[in-house]
């Protein structure tokens, strides 16, 4: 895929973040922009492409756009705005009263995500993931290592669709438009190993990230996944049963923070006391 050259002329920063900024279109406003940092080229290059194999089978996430060259050589990604989004994370927290209704729509939108069968020959398989993140992952023995796997193993794999970032903050709507955003780390699996981030940022994470992340207390994130578990498992399903079913799969992530910290975390290992794991 060959890159757009462009010009940041027509561009306005508009924020930033770990890999590289932001940055709107002077005159049009539906236009943004995703710009790397410096040598950062194969990066946005996957990203694109993934994000076009993800819309080409279904997956309800706006329509990829252009991969690009500015003219200091940086690379990235422009895209068409869906104005007037709102995600699901904010709109619970700008009306809390309707936690219910917005929880429900939330858990449809993964329902149909997780009944999506994919060519597994096109993605990654998530148990490789997390296999790749316990590799190398310092902080672990041995020995809680070898536990981790086995667990990872021993999950029942299903050909269906995975987020990978399944958090209420990547799923925005419009009107009657629903999508997922931010599927860089889409792939294939178990829905549990996604629903169990639903958890993380409901209920493992703490006061602070929560109300930062998501634009809302700490106990009305907790109302979100208690009206999730209905609507995504079934009436059947008691939020504790729900919760008892995930809660490995949300210690897992421990993998994911511990790189992205670069410290152990034992306030996220203890969900992994299930599979006999200590802090």
């Not at 895929?1 to 561009?11: F, G, H, T, V």
């Not at 706006?62 to 003219?71: A, D, K, L, N």
């Not at 940086?74 to 809390?96: H, Q, V, W």
Request: aromatic share 12%; hydrophobic share 35%.
């Amino acid at each position: 895929m060959e890159a757009i050259k462009i010009s940041l002329k027509d561009y306005v920063l508009s924020g930033g973040g770990a890999n590289g900024e932001s940055y709107d279109h002077i005159s049009d406003p539906s236009v943004m922009l995703k710009l790397y940092f410096p040598g950062k080229i194969q990066q946005p290059l996957d990203e694109m492409k993934l994000a076009r194999k993800v819309y080409e089978i279904g997956i309800p996430t706006p329509e990829p756009g252009e991969y690009v060259v500015t003219e200091d050589g940086r690379y990235g990604i422009r895209f068409k705005r869906i104005l007037g989004k709102k995600s699901y994370s904010r709109a619970t927290g700008d009306e809390p009263e309707k936690v219910g209704q917005y929880a429900s729509e939330f858990a449809a939108m993964c329902r149909q995500l997780h009944a999506t069968h994919v060519d597994t020959t096109l993605f990654e398989n998530v148990k490789d993931r997390y296999y790749r993140l316990l590799d190398e992952n310092p902080f672990f023995t041995p020995e809680d290592k070898e536990k981790i796997r086995r667990f990872i193993a021993e999950t029942p794999d299903e050909d269906t669709a995975i987020h990978g970032d399944l958090q209420y903050s990547n799923a925005i709507f419009v009107g009657d438009k629903r999508y997922f955003i931010d599927l860089g780390d889409f792939c294939w699996g178990n829905h549990l190993f996604d629903v169990a981030m639903v958890y993380v940022c409901c209920c493992l994470s703490d006061e602070a990230f929560i109300s930062e992340t998501f634009h809302m207390p700490k106990s009305l994130a907790i109302k979100f996944w208690e009206n999730f578990v209905p609507a995504y498992f079934g009436p059947e399903v008691s939020v504790e049963q729900a919760t008892s079913l995930v809660l490995p799969y949300a210690g897992l992530k421990t993998l994911i923070i511990e790189r992205d910290t670069k410290r152990p975390m034992p306030e996220f290992r203890a969900a992994l006391s299930g599979i006999g794991i200590n802090n």
